[in-house]
């Protein structure tokens, strides 16, 4: 496991303040830049201590491979990985509990954009695959705009075992797959609930597939075959938060 990472962006590293600022090291600021968010950001990292320096863009860019840094770099300790036993206790303890499952997502950007909208949309985690999916990346961080510090993402051995394993917990789980027979729409989506997302081309793994207890769509009327995994996701959770809100 990595010693350190690298955060950057104002609602990611914001988020790191607010929930684990315990993990900062150092702060790295773009040189002339001064607007008020990211001056609160550098104030409170020196009241807890923490080393700030100001560079030019090029040391920023570097640390980061040239994505959109905005002004502000973070050198951190790595965030604590969940897993199943996490996920257990997570089942445990909450009342009609709604997953994101993502199998086989494994661009950043998309990672970030479906935790942003399971953040919003009152999911109480993420769960992923060890193998053959995207991390919890400073990209995804950054996309997610905070929600990756609230938002449990936890990562499982096996995931066909585990949605099995909620199954016998309660826990309802509902694929998409373009082949399915019915809508979202005409599904009851209430009460304890996993929403499992395949990834953009592939769709979900044929065991992945054979692990769900109902197979929806979502209506395609134009000439595109399928939408963007995060813009899917945000369709599918938002109509789950319809049904339970009215329910």
């Not at 950043?108 to 985690?125: F, S």
């Not at 082949?179 to 997302?197: F, N």
Request: one cysteine or more; glycine letters at 8%.
């Amino acid at each position: 496991m990595a010693q350190q990472e690298w955060l950057y962006g104002l609602h990611a590293l914001q988020a790191v303040i607010d929930k684990e600022p315990e993990r900062l090291i150092e702060i790295m600021v773009l040189k002339g830049r001064d607007d008020a968010r990211l001056q609160s950001i550098v104030n409170t990292a020196r009241r807890m201590g923490v080393s700030v320096q100001f560079c030019n863009r090029k040391v920023l860019d570097d640390k980061v491979n040239g994505e959109q840094h905005q002004g502000i770099v973070a050198r951190a300790k790595p965030a604590k990985t969940l897993d199943e036993s996490d996920l257990d206790y997570l089942l445990d303890n909450t009342d009609s509990p709604l997953l994101l499952f993502l199998d086989g997502v494994t661009d950043p950007h998309n990672i970030g954009a479906c935790l942003r909208t399971a953040d919003a949309a009152g999911a109480h985690a993420v769960v992923v695959p060890k193998d053959k999916s995207g991390g919890l990346t400073a990209t995804a961080r950054k996309v997610a705009c905070g929600a990756a510090e609230v938002v449990p993402f936890i990562q499982v051995t096996n995931l066909s075992r585990t949605l099995k394993h909620i199954q016998q917990k309660g826990v309802w789980v509902i694929g998409t797959a373009g082949e399915a027979e019915q809508l979202i729409y005409d599904c009851k989506l209430t009460g304890p609930m996993a929403l499992v997302m395949g990834a953009e081309g592939k769709g979900m793994r044929r065991l992945t597939r054979e692990h769900c207890d109902e197979l929806v769509k979502l209506p395609m009327a134009g000439s595109v075959s399928s939408l963007n995994v995060s813009v899917a996701t945000g369709v599918c959770l938002y109509e789950i938060v319809r049904q339970r809100t009215a329910n």
